[in-house]
């Protein structure tokens, strides 16, 4: 029987813990605390921890209860009116990365890939499908942690990146597929359509289910029990059915919940379970991933012109759709900025890519630094363009604190 | 990327809450339905579900949770009072079932080994010592769930269980290295004691420390994590540096937090994480390990004679113990029938056991079927042996409930 992994949970634990001091000290959301822990344990630094199958575990088991409680606390009201103006914000902010991803592969890949099969054409357009990803995760803690998950720019931010998540696969499918000729589109496409029809109906009856059985029962431990098996059903039927993402599923999950009148009384519970032990071991181990990249002048440039690019284009992209459906500029740059994080999600991508020769290792390395810090930089940023005033009255608060 | 733990995820929570439910109906403890919710479910019957590395790194945490929850609700004065009680207890119930199983060994085993290298004797011993295991974690949920665990006789079970662990690690490294000449007994005792000074010295320092820091600390929830933390590293260093099992340190560490007023809102907190997810999986688990063994007439016979013997030797051996040192006849009881349930402890025994040519895969059909029932029954027991009135008082009760 092995305990190694008590140790490394200890690690976890009090590391996140104190970057996340750290960083807070400095005004940054405490997640990039937890980020830069995973970071510098890991492999990319000091390699006193690795990413081992019990760690992986616990930290698919936090993405999901954090999208499950990011669904509770979603207004589900504001989410409608938001509906169409989510998909708009995440349509653009999907085209702005995809085109902006290829400009720069163009530029600097000229097809040194081992695998000679794959057209160079293809191998372009793979690294503008890598930069589509959003990681909603990193945005859900650090807007949670500012109480800012419930605005407009909040809500709206959640849909597109439900929507992107959708897009994000599509993209991505459409591409393996011209690199693969086993994958089918449409399938692919009517798959994910039926699941938000199951969603829907699935969802209906639970929901009704749910609230007869809850003014009927007695013992709360069960309301919560009940709500995290729908989740789990929801999430596994998603991947395994669906091939939508279980962390979608576990959102879809938990907005159907959040209509009941237990909400807060799950949330709450979720929280919990999440602070003292998934949510630190989950942003501890996407830092854990990371390995260092090789480098050349070439690659460091490269580098570089792909993380503007990444960064720009979301917040171009969907700042701009955000603009188009109504929102003030104000809540455009909120929403472009939240939206980022790259986070696991692109490293998913970038891996499935790669076992399919779309992907060089060569080009491996800027897509981690490019991944590593739009997901660092993301709650920074958030930060600076949530601030509720000017500089100036922030810095007479602290006078006054003083 | 795997997701089928959600669905097994789903499927334990779901059932068992299900069969916890249908034993609460018969006047069960639920986590009899839990136990046999994995038992059914398991490769024993049905085989919907099977252990998964997943599966087995949640319920190891789950045991470590419940048995730091387990320390932190010890009454640490009562324990005092009761150690040299404890120790008598846990001692005089690991003579009489190690002699116990040795005496049935001795007239059902003919040496049919396939190593002949190992003596008789020796595997007759052997016998012995899996019926000295204590699972104590059984008896404490169930205590729980009764209220009953801050009892005198809840303390001393605690106290002899860990104690009885000691002791099983004395006894199994005492056959091993009978078996193997490579494992030196006199240094495996050393770090036993070791361990205690460790625990002590440490305790005290990290006692002194976290009562200051709470009282100028803010923030809860970090109260909560650096007591896990500890829990986890004396968890580790129990079994990393003295070959002590990790349980007894995460007790231990729940026992000196105990001492501090933060140990209500520490408890509350890691109830929560455990019925929600550590829990349910750990119980689960336990029947999901169980295979069904081969059978001949002969061999029932013998596990019925072994069950017997386990049941029996643990009431007399601890009761005899507790009764020895002033406990009530009726507390010595409730602490025999207390320290019955062998549970993973047992498994994990004969498992090393059998590595060592010291267990014949004929008598592990036995052992398992003795593991199985001393576990499903020890809840069933405990209800009875601590029901406060006679049955016709209670009945009484019934009645006037209706």
Redesign the interface.
């Known amino acids: 029987?092995s305990?190694?992994?008590?140790?490394d949970?200890?690690i976890i634990?009090?590391s996140t813990?104190l970057f996340g001091l750290m960083t807070k000290r400095f005004n940054m959301p405490q997640v990039v605390g937890a980020l830069l822990a995973g970071l510098i344990l890991g492999p990319a630094a000091f390699n006193v921890l690795q990413e081992t199958?019990?760690i992986k575990?616990i930290a698919?088991?936090g993405v999901?209860a954090l999208m499950f409680t990011a669904g509770l606390e979603t207004d589900i009201e504001e989410m409608k009116k938001s509906g169409k103006a989510a998909f708009i914000i995440a349509l653009s902010g999907v085209l702005f990365p995809l085109a902006g991803g290829f400009l720069v592969a163009m530029i600097f890949n000229k097809g040194d890939l081992t695998s000679t099969v794959t057209p160079v054409h293809l191998q372009n357009i793979f690294i503008g499908v890598i930069l589509t990803a959003t990681s909603v995760s990193i945005t859900v803690e650090t807007l949670k942690e500012m109480g800012k998950l419930s605005t407009r720019a909040g809500n709206a931010i959640l849909g597109a990146a439900i929507i992107d998540d959708i897009l994000g696969i599509v993209a991505l499918t459409i591409i393996t597929s011209m690199a693969d000729s086993s994958v089918d589109i449409v399938l692919v496409l009517m798959k994910i359509v039926l699941f938000f029809i199951f969603s829907g109906i699935v969802g209906f009856g639970f929901y009704k289910f749910y609230k007869n059985w809850t003014e009927e029962e007695r013992n709360k431990?069960?309301f919560?029990?009940?709500a995290?098996?729908f989740c789990?059903?929801l999430?596994?039927c998603a991947?395994?059915f669906f091939g939508v993402a279980?962390i979608t599923g576990a959102f879809i999950a938990g907005l159907i919940i959040s209509n009941t009148d237990k909400k807060e009384y799950i949330t709450q519970?979720?929280e919990?379970?999440s602070?003292?032990?998934l949510s630190?071991v989950f942003f501890a181990s996407i830092g854990l991933t990371v390995n260092v990249p090789q480098m050349t002048p070439t690659i460091i440039l490269f580098s570089l012109i792909l993380l503007v690019m990444a960064i720009l284009t979301k917040i171009v992209g969907c700042g701009l759709g955000a603009k188009i459906c109504g929102y003030t500029g104000r809540e455009s740059l909120q929403i472009g900025t939240g939206m980022i994080s790259r986070g696991e999600v692109a490293l998913?991508v970038a891996s499935k890519g790669a076992a399919l020769g779309l992907l060089s290792t060569v080009q491996f390395g800027p897509i981690v630094i490019m991944v590593v810090i739009t997901t660092i930089i993301t709650p920074v940023l958030l930060k600076v363009v949530f601030k509720e005033e000017g500089v100036e009255a922030a810095e007479g608060k602290v006078a006054l604190n003083k």
């Open positions: 029987m305990y190694h992994y008590l140790l949970l200890a634990l009090i813990k199958e019990f575990q698919e088991l999901i431990r069960r919560v029990i009940v995290f098996v789990l059903l999430a596994f991947e395994e279980d519970r979720f919990i379970m602070y003292i032990l630190p998913i």
